[in-house]
């Protein structure tokens, strides 16, 4: 399985971006998918999750409201629509494909920087 994730880059604050994660090599439709992100010094964290059926979603207490996971299963993508960012939110950001109850596949990371 591979995973690309493109789309980050600089930012001022209360910009937006969109995170786009191509996955390659597995039926894609039939799985989670989640983001999460790691700042420097700091652990990674959850971010958000989208369910296979796409009426299922979840998302960090730290970006409700702000950011918007969705997928395209026809073209094998799961997206991140990040609005009103925070210098906060600065990190690498990384996508996921969940098989079972465990994130067993990981793309490369793309970094975010939110200037203040």
């Known amino acids: 399985v591979q995973l690309q994730a493109s789309g980050g880059g600089t930012v001022q604050a209360g910009g937006s971006l969109r995170l786009s994660c191509a996955v390659s090599?597995?039926?894609?439709?039939?799985?989670?998918m989640g983001w999460f992100r790691q700042a420097p010094g700091n652990e990674r964290e959850f971010v958000a999750a989208?369910?296979?059926?796409?009426?299922?979603?979840s998302y960090a207490d730290s970006v409700k409201g702000r950011f918007t996971i969705s997928r395209d299963n026809a073209k094998d993508t799961v997206y991140l629509e990040m609005n009103s960012l925070k210098p906060e939110d600065t990190a690498v950001y990384y996508c996921?494909?969940?098989?079972?109850?465990?994130?067993?596949?990981w793309g490369q990371g793309t970094l975010v920087t939110v200037s203040s």
């Open positions: 996921a494909v969940k098989t079972g109850v465990s994130y067993a596949f």
């Open positions: 989208i369910g296979w059926i796409s009426s299922f979603t």
């Open positions: 090599g597995r039926t894609f439709s039939r799985y989670d």
